[in-house]
């Protein structure tokens, strides 16, 4: 990817997949006609554009045309999450190509998860048929607060042993190209947009699973704030309760809205089982999962006052319980915040469900490698 600090004017012209001419990339792109040139033929030579054709011609010779070549390198996408391990191969566009997912707790700590990562990873690309050299670069995500500059994880609740542990530069040492780590809701709320609402400017992404987080998409970007910890409201106290959290405080709405929380008062052991539960009709289920929703709803309230969004999807284990935990949040955000923030907002389930987090990580590395600005 040397090439790409010269290319990158022309390149971001192509990447919509429309095969354009050297006329037509001088015409939108304002630069002089050798300067194109030199460009376009940099990028041929490192295999991000080819040939795409023959644009019709007006006189003498065809014009030859090109295209974004979405494969000339690979992505390697990774979702840690608490008990799970998601690793994907995907292309340039983000298009997952080939995955694995296994059972993997992350209190086992990052030598053994990250070194399950870059195990993972070899053999996606060996089953693709195609070399670590093809990597443009790995993305990753962790289930805790992240200094994104760094790709450390910054005093991580659930994560004993990785606090301010390297976690890109463990990772380089088994994988080419950059390493970009973040926090997995941020990636969860990225690959959402990037999917499923590229044009929408205001979103908020909430997680409800093990923990409760939300990734903040403002104007367009993603908000991590000073120091990767915007979003956590799984730890803002949930008024009138006062149930012990894993965080050391009290009342923390992850501490009685979770679905850890909601497994203990229901004698069940995981999310899915939570979600079971409700499809089958159970009542007691479907009201604390819908009361859940209210309490999330509450804090989320003052959220959708502070930031206005235009959109909040909810992902996560427990969003597969669908309208019980939807129709909660939706009652208390709609009923305590005022109608000029609410009265185009959409509460929606997450529409690329357990692949937003992969397919955010893909998008980490993309914007790094094809748009050389932060996501």
Known sequence: ?????????????????????????????????????????????????????EAASTGGRPPARFRFNPTARLVLAADVGATHLAVALTDLTGTILQRTTTKLAIAEGPEVVL????????TLLREAGRSPADLAGTGVGLPGPVEHSTGRPNHPPIMPGWDSYDVAGRLRRDLPGPVLVDNDVNIMALGEHAT????????????????????????????????????????????????????????????????????????????????????????????????????????????????????????????????????????????????????????????????AALLGAATLVQHHTLHRTPS
Request: proline share 3%; charged share 15%; with cysteine.
């Open 1 to 53: 990817m040397s090439d790409l600090g010269t290319a990158d004017a022309v390149l971001r012209l192509l990447l919509d997949g429309q095969p354009r001419t050297r006329a037509e990339l001088i015409e939108r792109s304002g630069l002089a006609r050798s300067t194109v040139t030199g460009r376009i033929e940099a990028l041929l030579e490192s295999g991000l554009v080819v040939p795409s054709g």
């Open 115 to 122: 070194a399950a990562v870059a195990e993972a990873g070899h």
């Open 196 to 355: 499923a609402y590229p044009d929408v400017e205001h979103l908020l992404f909430v997680k409800v699973a093990t923990g409760i987080g939300a990734g903040v998409i403002s104007g367009g970007r993603l908000h991590r704030g000073a120091q990767g910890a915007a979003g956590d409201i799984g730890h803002i106290q949930a008024p009138g309760h006062t149930a012990p959290c894993r965080c050391g405080n009290t009342g923390c709405l992850e501490a009685i809205a979770s679905a850890t929380a909601l497994a203990g008062k229901l004698g069940v052991r995981t999310s899915q089982d939570i979600v079971d539960l409700v499809r089958s009709g159970n009542t007691a289920a479907t009201a604390e999962v819908r009361q859940a929703g209210r309490e999330i709803g509450t804090v989320l309230a003052a959220a959708v006052s502070l930031l206005n969004p235009s959109v909040i999807v909810v992902g996560g284990s427990l969003a597969q319980a669908g309208d019980s935990l939807l129709a909660g949040l939706r009652e208390t955000i709609y009923a305590r915040s005022l109608p000029l923030a609410t009265t185009a907002l959409r509460i929606v389930t997450s529409r690329t469900g357990q692949d």
